[in-house]
């Protein structure tokens, strides 16, 4: 059963970047695909980026500019930078996997998810 | 504004069935892609309760049931009990916004 951790500096100004990083624990990097997803009360949840085992990546439209999602195999870690922050990025940052196998791209869910981060994005 | 509305809150003594809806449009649930269903507990990170429109996970409850017609979906919980209060959401993928979406969640609440 996979199980994630994640962590990350939670307290930020704005025009700073926020770096995220999450462990992957009981499972083949290669089965998933690695995803975060962000909560907050406007937006409710959103999906922000993934990236697979071999750096094949997918980023939120509307976040596109902003984002870098890496993998690192050695360390079976996946991690999210976001750079120029406004208060607007105030969330609860989630890491999440889905499967690869077996389930059609576009017809997958989530499961698990790390425990979040909660980012405040303040002067 | 989610892509996938439903309602804030919904209520049921214990032993009632209680259903939440998640509407959608053409770019999402009416054009075939999945639903998907979690919940979530405070402080908790969100679990999954239904996947593929209405296929439960092992370790999930009989009680959690999952249906799709048309751009709409829904979760209903039957057998209210206590630790089934969270909120729940729904998830699928929209083609014109070319992300993952999710609805607004919804409440769940035991008399």
């Known amino acids: 059963q996979v199980h994630l951790q994640q962590w990350g500096a939670g307290t930020l100004k704005p025009s700073e970047t926020l770096s995220l990083t999450c462990a992957v624990y009981g499972g083949s990097l290669s089965a998933y695909y690695f995803t975060w997803i962000r909560q907050s009360p406007a937006k409710g949840l959103e999906w922000i980026a993934e990236i697979n085992h071999s750096g094949a990546t997918e980023y939120n439209p509307s976040l596109r500019s902003r984002l870098t999602i890496s993998v690192d195999i050695s360390k079976n870690q996946f991690s999210l930078r976001m750079t120029s922050l406004t208060p607007a990025d105030t969330a609860m940052y989630y890491c999440?996997?889905?499967?690869?196998?077996?389930?059609?791209?576009?017809?997958?869910?989530?499961?698990?998810w790390g425990q979040g981060t909660l980012v405040s994005v303040s002067s | 504004q989610s892509a996938l509305t439903q309602p804030p809150s919904v209520s049921g003594a214990p032993g009632q069935s209680v259903t939440i809806s998640c509407i959608g449009t053409y770019s999402n649930i009416g054009a075939g892609y999945r639903v998907h269903w979690y919940q979530h507990l405070p402080g908790r990170a969100p679990k999954v309760v239904m996947y593929?429109?209405?296929n439960r996970p092992s370790g999930v409850s009989g009680r959690f049931s999952g249906s799709k017609s048309g751009t709409s979906a829904s979760l209903a919980i039957a057998g209210l009990q206590s630790e089934d209060e969270a909120d729940y959401y729904c998830q699928s993928y929209d083609n014109s916004l070319r992300v993952w979406v999710f609805g607004g969640g919804t409440k769940v609440t035991v008399l």
């Open positions: 593929g429109d209405h």
């Open positions: 999440a996997t889905s499967p690869k196998d077996n389930v059609a791209y576009f017809q997958r869910w989530f499961d698990p």
